[in-house]
């Protein structure tokens, strides 16, 4: 099992930068994709972006080309730097981890995320 806790959400004017945080404890080395989803209110949980051990990337329509995630596996932390941001970027976000073996994902507790117009 993996604990993750994510942190850096607060509150961001639109057209700002803001940097999230994943810190991941436990089974760190057997974690496979690491990413990140969000939730606005009155939404379902979307995808943000993921990243797997070697660096490989992948990200929402919504969010290419404003948003870079990364990790540093010898850390167990990830980030997700996010620039440009828009009112639209408004919502809780999740980091997530999925290990080698294990069909659980792993979720940190959630960071709030607001922009203002």
């Known amino acids: 099992q993996v604990q993750l806790v994510d942190s850096g959400g607060g509150l961001v004017q639109a057209g700002g930068s803001l940097t999230l945080s994943c810190a991941a404890s436990?089974?760190?080395?057997?974690?496979?994709?690491a990413g990140w989803y969000r939730q606005a209110p009155g939404k379902q949980r979307e995808f943000v972006a993921r990243?797997?051990?070697?660096?490989?990337?992948a990200y929402a329509d919504s969010v290419k080309g404003r948003f870079i995630i990364s990790r540093d596996n010898a850390k167990s932390m990830m980030w997700l730097q996010m620039d440009n941001v828009e009112p639209e970027d408004t919502a809780v976000y999740y980091c997530?981890?999925?290990?080698?073996?294990?069909?659980?994902?792993?979720w940190g507790q959630g960071t709030q995320v607001t922009v203002s117009s």
């Open positions: 997530y981890a999925s290990l080698y073996g294990d069909l659980t994902d792993y």
């Open positions: 990243i797997d051990g070697l660096g490989t990337t």
């Open positions: 436990g089974r760190t080395d057997i974690i496979n994709w």
